[in-house]
């Protein structure tokens, strides 16, 4: 799963990054780097609270959705994936059958982003979930 966040600076402070998508989830870091792995690790914490109090993960938007926002104005913003599909417990291995053109566009897909097919599977399912649950 892809999150956009905002990565903002104080003169006196460390990086901050806000979630837009996750509100009340954020971290800090001394550098970009620092601030963009604990950011990782912030959303992860978050979303498994979600998925262990039984609420609906949202779709992350799209940078263009949040950019025009007064409270992302001075931010610079960025991308960062997370594999949900290791959260909230065990993961269980599954016999599925999928037509082999849609395994290899699936494959393709999760590769260009960076996550692996059980990733995109638990992506998918969660989004679908989310919007038939509303």
Not at 11 to 29: M, Q, R, T
Not at 80 to 88: E, F, P
Not at 92 to 114: H, S
């Amino acid at each position: 799963m892809r999150f956009p966040v905002v990565i903002h600076k104080d003169p006196e402070s460390d990086y901050g990054v806000s979630v837009p998508d996750l509100p009340g989830c954020f971290s800090a870091g001394e550098t970009v780097d620092q601030a963009l792995t604990a950011v990782v690790e912030a959303i992860e914490a978050h979303v498994e609270g979600m998925l262990l109090d039984s609420e609906p993960i949202p779709t992350p938007k799209t940078i263009e959705f949040y950019k025009d926002e007064p409270d992302f104005a001075s931010g610079i913003w960025a991308i960062v994936s997370v594999d949900i599909s290791k959260l909230s417990g065990r993961s269980k291995r599954v016999n599925v059958t999928i037509p082999e053109r849609l395994l290899y566009l699936m494959d393709q897909f999760a590769a260009e982003r960076g996550e692996t097919r059980s990733g995109l599977i638990a992506q998918a399912t969660i989004e679908y979930l989310a919007m038939h649950n509303q």
